[in-house]
């Protein structure tokens, strides 16, 4: 198991600009729920939801690199107003480094949180690489932190809130809601 948020998980944290979440597994628990008419369902979490949204208010940046291709992925991103979003294929690299390039930031400036094998080439390469307990276990071993929370349970929103306090926003975002 990777090491948990310490010091220098607060070190890489706090130089994060741009936090990129995979989505089955992570954003969902990773089921798949089929209609009649064969159309897939995906269940996403509302505190997961707001985190994003507190972290974008924070100042940083927010995408979804995801294998899958699916209409509620692209309905998910409009709600949250994710505004970089890849879909389709297990090439999650080439979508990342165009990312890097188009925003001018480098792989120590990332976050990125998943859950599977195809997520390793982005999560080796990132300043902060996070995993869900979930995870697959070639995952977990090479991140820099595993959520307590599980994917699609509350593990974006614990990551969002670590990276917000790591930079000092975390009270600020907040005194919207607390006065």
Excluded: W
């Amino acid at each position: 198991m990777a090491a948990q948020f310490d010091v220098q998980n607060l070190e890489r944290a706090a130089k994060v600009k741009l936090f990129i979440f995979d989505v089955d597994g992570v954003l969902t628990d990773g089921s798949l729920h089929y209609g009649a008419e064969g159309e897939a369902f995906k269940t996403f979490n509302v505190h997961d939801g707001l985190g994003i949204k507190l972290l974008q208010e924070s100042g940083v940046l927010t995408s979804i690199i995801s294998a899958r291709r699916s209409p509620q992925v692209t309905a998910r991103a409009k709600d949250l107003a994710i505004e970089f979003v890849h879909q389709g294929g297990h090439d999650k690299l080439t979508p990342f480094k165009a990312l890097l390039a188009q925003l001018n930031l480098s792989e120590e400036q990332v976050a990125f949180i998943g859950d599977d094998v195809v997520d390793i080439p982005i999560l080796s390469r990132v300043g902060f690489a996070i995993g869900v307990p979930n995870g697959r276990p070639e995952v977990l071993s090479r991140v820099h932190h595993v959520t307590a929370h599980a994917g699609g349970r509350g593990a974006v929103r614990e990551a969002c809130e670590f990276v917000m306090r790591a930079q000092g926003t975390y009270d600020r975002v907040l005194t919207q809601f607390l006065g």
